[in-house]
């Protein structure tokens, strides 16, 4: 009984040794063959046989598909940074990532991987498109510490070519509506030797999203990147026609740096030129200085801003406005030149009517003949005296006791507002003489009929005093201190005038003082006539659509 049991346990452990072997046999033999292939085919040898068989009879002169279907290439752009935007130069410069994808089905391989990720090395075995950028001026390939380029093959032959690229390209713009401007700045490229019915350009991700710009990309100082349009041209020449793709970068310029720099100082320099209408207009140099300084300033502010811009033939916006400025800056000089003239032309004629009316007083000449005849007549009288002197002789005791008399009675009579206080009767009463008293009677009265004169006309005073100083001795010796005092009294009446008989009528008040009449409507015109410029100025500019359209939008 015991050894059946033991032959039983023997042969049970047998089969289960059998059993489990089958099973391994049969784990093994149900093990995919792909796993093992791959496992053995991961080693570098495998990919080196790889690429050199797709190498083998490659012909990289020839274009995909070569007399076949059309090639089709595909493009996106990422920017990595967008300017600067250079307006003298009328171009742009930006980084960018250059992606082209095409289909190449002699690249094709059976390999172990989806994609092989393959450096710079390979680009130059393998065709790739002629691609160039229809209006840059200036690219660059990044070849720090290698050449920045990505490529790239999938198994089914599809490859992806990535390139690192500086562009500066062409911006054509517009300047007329500066510096309230914006502009579509274009970056066109395409194939540069196979035409459409070859090969052709499309957009990876569609229109809308092949070009990638981030915000962070933007370096620009003097714009705003406000978006980007793209389009698809077809261009004709006599080598046939091509695709061009194009992608409008749309800019509008910031406005701070030409307030600052431009536009403020313009309009100071206006208000400043007009502060010369408040100043005197007889302060000549200072009015002279404010309109020179002015102009000069302006002058400066005009050349300082066209640096800024290109040599255009058209006048921009900022040209309209510092040319209105400078008109006016310009205008309150010439206003000044015609205040002055004016001023001038005024106090020439009031001087002119000054002398005209000087000219047309009354005035009697002195009548030499009247001076004659008065002469002779005293001549006349100082013979008779001479033949009555020795009948006066007896008398002379009495002559002098009246002569006493009349020095103790007579007071000095002082004239003051003209002759009419002086009369014959006084001085006729005062004389001892009867001949002497006709010869002052007749001087008072040939001094009160002598009509005022101006002050350059002389006074008959010289005949006065000739006709009591030609006598002979014996009226000095008769008159004694009698004759010096008809003399004063001749004196005084010749000399005591009232002025405003003598005097010319008061002169008109001086017209080169005070404000002008120019300078009060210039005050209102200037200041109005500037303010209301400005607003039309920027009402106009500020709600004027300045963006430049694209052309595929046109």
């Given amino acids: 009984m015991v050894s059946a049991k033991e032959l039983v346990i023997a042969m049970s452990s047998g089969l289960s040794i059998t059993l489990l072997h089958f099973l391994c046999l049969a784990t093994c033999v149900t093990e995919p063959p792909g796993q093992i292939k791959k496992e053995e085919k991961l080693w570098p040898e495998n990919f080196t046989s790889i690429l050199n068989s797709l190498l083998d009879g490659y012909d990289n002169r020839l274009r995909p598909g070569f007399g076949g279907p059309v090639t089709e290439v595909k493009t996106d752009i990422y920017v990595t940074s967008f300017g600067p935007v250079s307006d003298v130069e009328m171009e742009y410069t930006m980084d960018v990532f250059f992606r082209q994808t095409w289909v ?8 172990p991987i989806e994609i092989l990720r393959l450096n710079n090395m390979m680009v130059s075995k393998v065709w790739t498109p002629d691609t160039f950028f229809r209006n840059g001026k200036k690219s660059v390939s990044h070849n720090m510490t290698a050449p920045n380029k990505l490529f790239r093959i999938m198994r089914n032959g599809t490859i992806l070519y990535t390139m690192r690229l500086t562009i500066s390209a062409e911006c054509p713009m517009r300047l007329v509506d500066f510096p309230m401007d914006g ?4 970056l066109k490229f395409g194939s540069y030797a196979y035409p459409k019915s070859e090969m052709i350009y499309t957009w990876t991700k569609g229109p809308e999203q092949s070009v990638e710009v981030p915000e962070e990309s933007s370096s620009l100082v003097q714009y705003d990147l406000l978006g980007h349009t793209v389009s698809t041209e077809t261009v004709k020449s006599i080598t046939g026609e091509y695709v061009v793709m194009t992608v409008y970068f749309h800019l509008r310029r910031k406005m701070g740096y030409f307030m600052i720099q431009t536009y403020i100082p313009c309009i100071m320099t206006v208000i400043l030129s007009q502060v010369s209408f408040w100043i005197n207009k007889e302060s000549v140099p200072a009015r002279t200085v404010f309109g020179i300084t002015t102009v000069l300033t302006m002058t ?9 811009l290109p040599k255009v033939s058209y006048a921009t916006a900022m040209d309209w406005f510092i040319a209105v400025c400078f008109a006016f800056v310009f205008s309150a000089l010439i206003e000044f030149a015609a205040v002055n003239y004016f001023t001038n032309v005024q106090m020439e004629k009031a001087k002119r009517k000054t002398v005209k009316s000087l000219l047309e007083f009354p005035v009697m000449p002195v009548k030499r003949e009247q001076c004659t005849e008065e002469a002779l007549m005293t001549t006349d009288a100082n013979s008779n005296v001479r033949k009555r002197t020795n009948a006066m002789a007896q008398s002379e005791a009495n002559v002098g006791n009246r002569t006493d008399t009349a020095n103790s009675s007579i007071q000095p009579s002082v004239v003051t507002q003209g002759s009419s206080d002086i009369t014959p009767q006084s001085l006729s009463a005062s004389s001892p003489n ?13 001094a009160r009929a002598t009509p005022p004169a101006p002050p350059s006309t002389p006074i008959l005073t010289g005949c006065i005093t000739q006709h009591t100083t030609t006598g002979s001795p014996s009226i000095h010796h008769l008159l004694g201190s009698r004759l010096e005092q008809i003399q004063t009294t001749a004196n005084t009446v010749g000399t005591s005038v009232k002025p405003s008989a003598i005097s010319p009528s008061p002169a008109p008040p001086a017209s080169g003082s005070g404000t002008s009449k120019i300078d009060k409507y210039a005050r209102i015109l200037f200041p109005v006539t500037f303010g209301a410029f400005n607003m039309v100025y920027w009402v106009v500019y500020l709600s004027k659509d300045t963006m430049e359209k694209s052309e595929s939008l046109m």
């Fill in 104 to 111: 190449d089905k002699r690249l094709k391989y059976d390999g």
């Fill in 183 to 186: 502009h579509a700045c274009p």
């Fill in 300 to 308: 400066t502010l005009s050349i300082s801003a066209r640096h800024s």
């Fill in 434 to 446: 009867p001949f002497s008293r006709l010869n002052v009677s007749e001087t008072l009265s040939s």
